[in-house]
Structure formats: C-alpha cells, structure tokens
C-alpha cells in the first residue's frame, strides 16, 4: 500500500482546499517513512514508483 503514496503524490497537478492538505500530509509522512525505513523498502517503493511512472507515459503517448 504504501507504493501507492509514492504514485500519486507526482502526478496532481492543480489540487485545492482538501486535497492539497492531503497532499502535504501524504508528503510529511513520505518524508518520515523514508528515514525510518530500511534500504529494501526504499528501493521497492522506489522502483514501483519508476515503474507506474513508465505506465503512465505509455499511456501520454
């Protein structure tokens, strides 16, 4: 679940009232997940996250 955070956090564009404090939560708790956890679980969320990058601009194109 947590791929998921890494996912749509890039892609949002224009965000209003809500959402945008959504998104600041969403990016503070990346923030603290990053430090407290190990390389292996960086490294995933990571590469999940290059991956539905790729997804997402074969689909743009």
Known sequence: MNEIV???ESFD???K???KR???KV???KFYRKKLSN???KYQAF???QF???MVLKNLL
Do not use: A, P, W
């Open 13 to 15: 564009g224009n965000l």
């Open 47 to 49: 590469s999940s996250f």
């Open 39 to 41: 390389y292996n679980s």
């Open 22 to 24: 959504e998104k600041i």
């Open 6 to 8: 890494y996912q749509t």
């Open 52 to 54: 539905f990058k790729i």
């Open 17 to 19: 009232g809500d959402q």
């Open 27 to 29: 990016e503070s708790s």
